[in-house]
């Protein structure tokens, strides 16, 4: 009888197990895409990986990494945040217009109320989705233009300059601990956290399960809804902190920040291996995508491509990565059915034993 | 069905009202002029729009139509700047462009069975990016002001841009295949239910690749009259412009799960964003800040129907609970 009960949990760990891999490989594939990129284009031209150039590049990935993290989050529950972009304009727009009306602003007050407009903005988009049921996708296609609308109304002709941030609010957009921009150690403190979320936490797992099956999810007792807003919130939050850090990078804002960065975000994610129907991927796949599309734009140049190239790159580049991803999900399926098949077979005879000697 | 046509309705008095105010209360609305303005924003949106709807009645989405659009320009031009100089021969090679980057979309999605919002995320950046490739930040034009002048000359007599007929006879073909055939009929049943209506002996995979290509076609076709119209091929023409069709589908009453709305819906959808757009832009609303009543609309479109259902469901429940 022992034997009968360990089976079918056999049959479960080979089944994670094979599917674990399938992610590792995932993750794996996008990571060794990005260092043969490194190293191909270290080859052409050793400056490449200059100190200063992988500070530019670990800068310039930062703002679309944690965009990226936050949609990731979305993503994975079956729905899709397309508003990213204009809330981070929203907030860049309002720390930059904060400093200028209180000048003697503290840093972290302004980061908190960047992270809270964006998280409010979420709120927005949740409240529609979750309590209203109706898809993301035209809601954050309907708030992308009013919060864009919003942040124009409110800027129009006005401009922030660098003149009027603090100084110790430039630098942090500027610094670096031992080679690393401080920026890319929010964003990397940003990722962890997501990502021990997202695999320790009841709640994170049910956001899976929420994306694999809404209906099942919801039969099994998740609070779908809430989860759901929950993620959005999430995602208008990081979009906000991104705004701040945008702020703090460029220091010139005006109502444009950010515009026509959701696809792009989108791309980062799909490319890092997040299912765009939900259910499976990880934050750091997502990260490492948002990096490996900032590291084709700035190796291009050096390898002699025109630049002009880098878009039309970028959609290959999806185009494979879900290509890829699809072939990976159809041997995934294959093995764990092999799988399932061998248990069903090797227990089926069993438990007529077990039947007769009950 | 019989939502579809109270939706239809709605969209279309809420423009007529709309003209009815607005043209008491904002100088120049509803003069000729006005009207040559509006129609002339709505060609190229129409014309992607109206087969995007029966894409998004499949239950699928194309979110490339304006970089096959910009892609359309920036070969047009180059082609024309390589010396090619039969219009025919450019409008032909233009539109056999459009259909071969649909049919790139719909090989995707309909062969390797791949998601479509995905897929067209992608070649949205690929094809924006050929773009790029082909004309890099050059512009090209130096058009003969013949084209440039008979894209957009008023149907005689009238203000009204002729091109408009071609939308015009573009969605009655169009609406008469979707409301008035079995083709039409398939579409729709491919929305509610891809799985039955294949065993239904629909060819699922077929209808929508042919889709995509006829979306394809008809984005290339507004490539040329954007090109002509602003005299101008630049590689980043109607950037931004895929989102600003979605939202037009989808206030015209097409649902963006599939299986539901109509193309009177989707016209009139257009019409009444490009007009709001021009008559608030004579009130000196600035025209950044209208993208909020675009968007406005859009979410008020799908939050307003669904919240009257549950309404409905509610009543419906509470009322049954009391009879018995």
Redesign the interface.
């Known amino acids: 009888m022992t034997a009968l009960a360990e089976r079918p949990g056999d049959t479960r760990t080979r089944g994670r197990v094979v599917a674990q891999r399938f992610f590792v490989v995932r993750e794996l594939g996008i990571g060794l895409a990005l260092l043969l990129l490194i190293v191909i284009t270290a080859l052409v031209n050793p400056r490449f990986l200059a100190a200063q150039s992988i500070k530019d590049l670990l800068l310039g990935s930062t703002i679309l990494a944690i965009l990226a993290t936050g949609q990731a989050i979305v993503v994975i529950t079956r729905n ?1 945040d ?1 508003s990213v972009g204009s809330v981070l304009g929203l907030s860049a727009f309002a720390v930059g217009t904060l400093f200028v009306s209180a000048p003697g602003t503290p840093i972290p007050v302004a980061l908190a109320m960047g992270v809270a407009l964006g998280a409010a903005c979420g709120a927005v988009n949740g409240l ?1 989705i979750a309590a ?4 993301a ?3 954050t ?10 942040d ?2 409110w800027a ?1 002709g006005k401009q922030v300059n660098a003149a009027d941030m603090p100084a110790g609010f430039l630098r942090m957009g500027t610094k670096a601990v031992l080679g690393v921009p401080v920026l890319a150690l929010f964003a990397v403190v940003v990722l962890v956290f997501a990502g021990y979320y997202l695999r320790a936490f009841r709640s994170g797992r049910e956001l899976y399960a929420i994306g694999s099956e809404p209906a099942a999810a919801r039969l099994n007792g998740i609070p779908v809804g809430r989860r759901i807003f929950g993620a959005f919130v999430v995602s208008g939050a990081l979009a906000g902190f991104a705004g701040v850090l945008y702020a703090a990078r460029f220091g010139t804002l005006d ?1 444009n920040a950010g515009i ?1 960065s959701e ?1 792009n975000v ?2 980062a994610v ?1 490319v890092g291996g997040v299912a ?2 939900g259910g499976s991927g990880s934050v750091y796949g997502a990260a490492l995508g948002a990096v490996l599309l900032t590291t084709i734009g700035a190796a291009l140049p050096v390898l002699g491509v ?1 630049p ?9 580049l ?2 494979a990565a ?2 890829l991803d ?1 072939i990976l999900m159809a041997r995934v399926g294959e093995r764990l059915r092999v799988i399932g098949g061998r248990s069903v077979a090797e227990n089926a005879p069993n438990q007529r034993k077990g039947a007769r000697r009950a | 069905m019989r939502r579809s046509y109270a939706w239809d309705l709605g969209i279309i008095v809420a423009l007529v009202l709309f003209v009815a105010v607005a043209g008491q209360t904002i100088e120049g609305v509803g003069s000729p002029r006005f009207w040559r303005f509006v129609i002339l924003e709505v060609i190229p949106v129409a014309l992607i729009a109206l087969p995007l709807a029966l894409v998004v009645i499949t239950g699928e ?1 194309d ?1 490339s139509v304006a970089s096959v659009l910009g892609l359309t320009c920036t070969v047009l031009g180059q082609l024309w700047a390589w010396g090619v100089s039969s219009l025919p021969l450019l409008i032909v090679l233009c539109l056999l462009l459009g259909a071969a980057l649909g049919a790139v979309n719909g090989v ?1 999605v309909t062969v ?4 479509s ?3 067209t ?10 773009a ?2 082909v004309l ?2 050059r512009a090209v034009a130096n058009y003969p002001t013949t084209w440039t002048r008979n894209a957009i000359a008023a149907i005689p007599g009238l203000t009204i841009p002729w091109m408009i007929l071609v939308v015009v006879a573009v969605a009655v073909i169009l609406g008469v295949i979707l409301h008035a055939t079995p083709i039409g009929r398939g579409l729709y049943a491919i929305g509610n239910n891809a799985e039955a209506s294949a065993f239904a002996g629909i060819s699922v995979a077929r209808t929508k690749f042919w889709l995509f290509v006829l979306t394809g076609a008809m984005s290339a076709l507004a490539g040329v009259f954007w090109t002509f119209r602003f005299a101008s091929a630049r ?1 980043d023409n109607a ?2 412009l895929e ?1 600003a069709a ?2 037009a589908v ?1 206030l015209g009453g097409v649902s ?2 599939g299986g539901r709305g109509g193309l009177v819906g989707v016209l009139a959808a257009v019409v009444l964003l490009a007009t709001l757009r021009n008559a608030l832009q004579l009130a000196d609303v ?1 025209a ?12 008020a479109s ?2 307003g129907p ?2 009257a259902t ?1 309404a409905r469901d509610a009543l419906r429940r509470r009322r049954a609970r009391t009879a018995t």
């Open positions: 899709v397309l529609l209203a049921r109706v898809p996708l035209v809601v296609l309907g708030t992308l233009y009013v919060f864009r609308g919003i124009y109304t129009t109502a026509n696809l989108v791309a799909v765009i129907f025109s002009f190239w880098q878009r039309a790159a970028v959609g290959a999806i185009l879900i290509g699809r | 989405i979110l995707f390797f069975g791949l998601p919002l995905a897929v995320i992608g070649t949205l950046a690929l094809y924006r990016g050929l790029y490739v890099g930040d590689a950037t931004g989102l979605v939202a989808l963006i799960f600035p950044n800040a209208l993208t909020i009543v675009t968007g406005s609309l859009l979410i799908v939050v669904n919240v549950q």
